[in-house]
Nanobody, 121 residues
Framework: QVQLVESGGGLVQAGGSLSLSCAAS????????MGWYRQAPGKQRELVAT???????NYADSVKGRFTISRDNAKNTVYLQMNSLKPEDTGVYFC???????????????WGQGTQVTVSS
C-alpha cells in the first residue's frame, strides 16, 4: 500500500545539473528518514544522501558539496538537487523511505522503482 514514485531522471552534460523528486503515497502512518541511493553497472547499490524528518542530512563523500537533499514533510516528498555532475555519477537512482504503514508498530524500508541518470562528458 506504500509506494514511492520517482521523477526527474535523464541525460545531462558533465558539469550540469539535474533535480530528482520522489513522492511517497499510500497507507502511510508516518515517514521517517528518506534518502537516495544509486547503482552503477557492476557495482553495489550505494547511499547517496539521507535526510531526517527535521532536516538533518548525510551525504556520501563522493557527492558532498555537489548534491543537496531536501524534503517536504507535508507532501511526503524527497528531492535531490545534483550540481556539477560527473560521468561517474551515472547510474540508476533509487528513492528510499523509512515509514510506518497503517496497522504497524514499526518502521519499514520502502524503495522506488529507480530512475536512470546519465552524465555525458
Amino acid at each position: 500500500q506504500v509506494q514511492l514514485v520517482e521523477s526527474g531522471g535523464g541525460l545531462v552534460q558533465a558539469g550540469g545539473s539535474l533535480s530528482l523528486s520522489c513522492a511517497a503515497s499510500g497507507s502511510i502512518f508516518r515517514t521517517n528518514t528518506m534518502g537516495w541511493y544509486r547503482q552503477a553497472p557492476g557495482k553495489q547499490r550505494e547511499l547517496v544522501a539521507t535526510i531526517t524528518t527535521v532536516g538533518g542530512t548525510n551525504y556520501a563523500d563522493s557527492v558532498k558539496g555537489r548534491f543537496t537533499i531536501s524534503r517536504d514533510n507535508a507532501k511526503n516528498t524527497v528531492y535531490l538537487q545534483m550540481n556539477s555532475l560527473k560521468p561517474e555519477d551515472t547510474g540508476v537512482y533509487f528513492c528510499n523511505s523509512w515509514a510506518v504503514p497503517y496497522g504497524s508498530d514499526y518502521l519499514r524500508q520502502y524503495w522506488g522503482q529507480g530512475t536512470q541518470v546519465t552524465v555525458s562528458s
